[in-house]
């Protein structure tokens, strides 16, 4: 089973960066699908932006150019860089991981986010 553990959310200020980590255990990492998504209160959970075994990206719209996804497959662990953080990206921020030899797909607790003005 596939843990996945997150750490380096807070408060900011607007304009503000974070940078977001996910440890995932297990001996699959190199072959996961690793994935950002959020959920704000009252909205359904979104995807963020993804990274695929060979580093290839996907971004939401919303945070294309002021966010960055990235993985270290010798540390079994993938980060999410926020930079020119604004209050709508406020949410809960959750790690994804989809083994594609699965059906799996393992989710971390969430780390919160808050952004103000």
């Known amino acids: 089973q596939v843990q996945l553990v997150e750490s380096g959310g807070g408060l900011v200020q607007a304009g503000g960066s974070l940078r977001l980590s996910c440890a995932a255990s297990?001996?699959?990492?190199?072959?996961?699908?690793m994935a950002w998504f959020r959920q704000a209160p009252g909205n359904q959970r979104e995807l963020v932006a993804r990274?695929?075994?060979?580093?290839?990206?996907n971004y939401a719209d919303s945070v294309k150019g002021r966010f960055a996804i990235s993985r270290d497959n010798t540390k079994n662990t993938v980060y999410l860089r926020m930079n020119s953080l604004k209050p709508e990206d406020t949410a809960v921020y959750y790690c994804?991981?989809?083994?594609?030899?699965?059906?799996?797909?393992?989710w971390g607790q969430g780390t919160q986010v808050t952004v103000s003005n």
């Open positions: 990274i695929l075994s060979d580093a290839r990206t």
């Open positions: 297990g001996s699959g990492f190199s072959i996961y699908r």
């Open positions: 994804n991981a989809y083994d594609p030899n699965g059906p799996h797909d393992f």
